[in-house]
């Protein structure tokens, strides 16, 4: 029978021996009461849990207790698998009040900022929270969010989960769980994490809301090619397109746009030193949309939580994404950066069998008097670079009217771009635009990976949605920070990426008869079903398309009537 060290908390001993698991040291201080046993390896009674919370459909991933283990003794097996820390002095509630001022380290103001805890140092707080009081449930949630903060979502599930079999209807830990297992792909149960969520406080509904929404967007292998389709598309093109302005209420005439597209698209875009960068980044910045408000309150630097991430002008860029919305502004859009008032950007880490709503990009927190039944605010150019494979972006040429409509009813054209790796779509920004899945409402664990750049020429879009980021201040960011030196040489490699590259844009392949939109969507809003090309085909063939609906219904004549396909609406459940 093999042995392996365990430990367990005895208050007032000191430490036997040091303790070890998985060949990681653990710093335990004089003062700390811990025991190393010698326990035989054992199995779980029943393994890893595998059963359900609440009959919710939701599998637990806490671990299962050892035969003749405490609740105690598989904490502290949970908390060796961390890290390394070092255990503090003082009671459960003071030490999380402490670990949680110091995760957020504002008070003090500016002053207190000048010295950021390290993730050590906060493991320590929160550890020490655990084991000072095992059943204090917020201190084990508490350890659940500084794992979240730190972008490790396994371990966080863990913890969660542990927080579930405590008090099984604790609302912070079911919307974390679920969030994260959305992020990992397991989309069913995260489904069903978020109705359980919704049915214990209907105020949150939205993240269950949200991911329906996402889910109705597909395309469906149903052809629908008739009479009523080809004539609805004719009246609805007969609508006269406008220019795209910044505010489509109130547009200042003087910078509407001149160019003559819509919607491009390029690749190898960026240098390969840059895009690993962005590679290594892109998970953590996708996260950080949802752990941010962990981290920054409302204080004299941030107005609260941001959604998405502000690069004035008139300031140096300071990590990857940053080099490379400067970089494609200034060497392929061809623009002055002085021209601008800055860029919008963000990261999205989507399952490739997930789409997304269709949307336009506004300023999200433009005031109240500024609406008109819907954000008139629009940046001057959205582009969206792609790092992996996975479903197709789809523009369609509909803009928001000044009276709060779709215009044209039904798009006469759009967009099709299927990512590829250092691929770059842009689009003029006040298009409606969303994402097709690869295959409907399956688990996967492939992930779809991007950037958004959002340009805007005068508007900024406001706060607290919008803000510059301090990444310093974000445990899982800091790593991400360029030194001034390495921004220099990233900005260099671009200059000479572009010395060689040819700027020819790709070239649409363009679908204009019907036989080549066999398939069906819409896209989760329209009243009708559009015809759409084979997903498996444009995604086999990872090109960039034109979707003439238009010219394929005049080639599609008058024909008897087969059958069109409305949607009275959508419940949402």
Known sequence: ???????????????LQPARHSCTS???????????????????????????????????????????????????????????????EGSSSELLQRAFTSLRNTKGGKEAKERLPSSSELLGLFASAVLQDPSNVEAIFGMGVFLEVSHRPMEMLRWMDLVLELQPKHLGAWEARSRA??????????????????????????????LLEHQQVYVLPMEVWSEGVAEDLQVAAKHVDREWQENAYDPPRDIASDRSFSVMAWDDVLCEELLRHLEESVKDHFEY???????????????????????????????????????????????????????????????????????????????EREWVQGNPWRPWTSCVFYLTTGGPTVVLEQVLSPEGHLTPSLPACGHLCVPKRNRLLVMRGDLFHGS????????????????????????????????????????????????????????????????????????????????DLPHSSDFGYLPVLLPMPSMEQVCAEGGFYRLDWLRAAEKFGPQPQRWMVFFAGRSGN
């Open 26 to 88: 653990h710093t335990w201080p004089k003062t700390a009461a811990v025991a190393v046993l010698i326990a035989p390896r054992t199995r779980s009674v029943r393994g890893w849990k595998q059963r359900a919370f609440l009959r919710s459909g939701v599998v637990s991933q806490a671990p299962e207790l050892l035969e003749a283990e405490s609740e105690e003794e598989r904490l502290q097996r949970m908390l060796l698998d961390l890290g390394e820390f070092e255990l503090l």
């Open 1 to 15: 029978m093999s042995l392996t060290p365990c430990t367990a908390f005895i208050p007032g001993h000191l430490p």
């Open 289 to 367: 949309i949802f752990t941010n408000r962990h981290v920054f309150g409302a204080d004299e630097d941030h107005q609260g939580p941001a959604a998405n991430m502000w690069l004035p002008s008139q300031r140096a860029p300071s990590n990857a994404a940053e080099v490379a919305a400067r970089s494609i502004l200034r060497h392929l859009l061809k623009e002055e950066i002085t021209e601008f008032a800055g860029v919008e950007y963000w990261a999205r880490v989507r399952s490739f069998n997930l789409g997304a709503r269709f949307h336009y990009d506004a300023d999200v927190d433009a005031e």
């Open 436 to 515: 097709l899945p690869v295959k409907v409402w399956l688990d996967s664990d492939e992930s779809r990976k991007v950037f958004i750049f959002n340009f805007w020429r005068r508007h900024r879009p406001t706060a607290p949605s919008c803000q510059e980021p301090c990444l310093a201040r974000h445990v899982a960011m800091q790593p991400h920070l360029l030194q001034d030196s390495e921004v220099q040489n990233l900005e260099k490699l671009m200059e000479l990426h572009y010395q060689d590259l040819r700027e020819t844009p790709l070239r649409p392949q363009i679908l204009a008869r019907p036989e």
């Open 181 to 210: 297992q959305e992020h990992r792909g397991r989309l069913s149960e995260a489904l069903a994490g978020y109705r359980q969520l919704a049915s214990l406080d209907t105020a949150r509904t939205r993240p269950r809301d949200a």
